[in-house]
């Protein structure tokens, strides 16, 4: 089993830049993909970034350029670094772990809500 908490969520004003952070106990994360989620009031869940245990990352369109997804093995911690945040981004970030294919994700943290305003 893989327990993931997230952090790092919180009120930033347009254009500015938040620091999400996904710590993981329970097992190494070593072997998993690790994905960032966010789900807005009244939309589907969405992918918006994912890195593989080799470093392969992913983007959905609308952040790329903007989120960069990283992670600290040695620390067991995947980051979502958040820059030029827009109203758009506002929305509950999970992260998750797969061991699968792009999203199939086993385990999943319980969320850190961002509020962008304007």
């Known amino acids: 089993q893989v327990q993931l908490a997230e952090s790092g969520g919180g009120l930033v004003q347009a254009g500015g830049s938040l620091r999400l952070s996904c710590a993981a106990s329970?097992?190494?994360?070593?072997?998993?993909?690790m994905g960032w989620f966010r789900q807005a009031p009244g939309k589907q869940r969405e992918l918006v970034a994912d890195i593989t245990s080799g470093g392969t990352t992913y983007y959905t369109r609308s952040v790329r350029g903007r989120f960069t997804i990283s992670r600290d093995n040695a620390e067991n911690t995947v980051y979502l670094q958040m820059n030029s945040l827009k109203t758009e981004d506002t929305a509950v970030y999970y992260c998750a772990a797969r061991r699968g294919s792009l999203g199939d994700y086993d385990y999943w943290g319980q969320g850190t809500q961002v509020t962008v305003s304007s």
């Open positions: 329970g097992r190494t994360l070593n072997s998993y993909a």
